[in-house]
């Protein structure tokens, strides 16, 4: 079965301000991003888009999963640090 995951990271300065979401499916970037922007020093409207953009890979993650496979061991990104969030399916 296959593994997917999202990575947030933030956005490069040609794109603008805020947050870059990447999908991968067992370890292969597929193609194509969705940017979370946000305008230059609001912070607070940074984290939101932060938590939505989590929240659409998750969302994204559930959709690909077929059967009601449970995702399990989803680790907890902070705003700082947006390393690759990883998932286990198990049936």
């Given amino acids: 079965m296959p593994r997917y995951s999202f990575k947030i990271d933030p956005c490069p300065q ?41 929240f659409a890979g998750e969302l994204w993650i559930e959709e690909m999963v077929e059967g009601g496979v449970d995702v399990v061991e989803a ?10 969030l990883s998932f286990k399916l198990e049936k």
């Fill in 75 to 84: 680790q907890a990104e902070s705003e700082p640090d947006p390393s690759q």
């Fill in 14 to 54: 040609e794109e603008g301000y805020g947050w870059v979401l990447r999908y991968f499916e067992d370890d292969w970037e597929i193609p194509g991003y969705e940017i979370f922007a946000v305008p230059r020093d609001v912070e607070w409207m940074k984290r939101v888009e932060y938590e939505n953009a989590k």
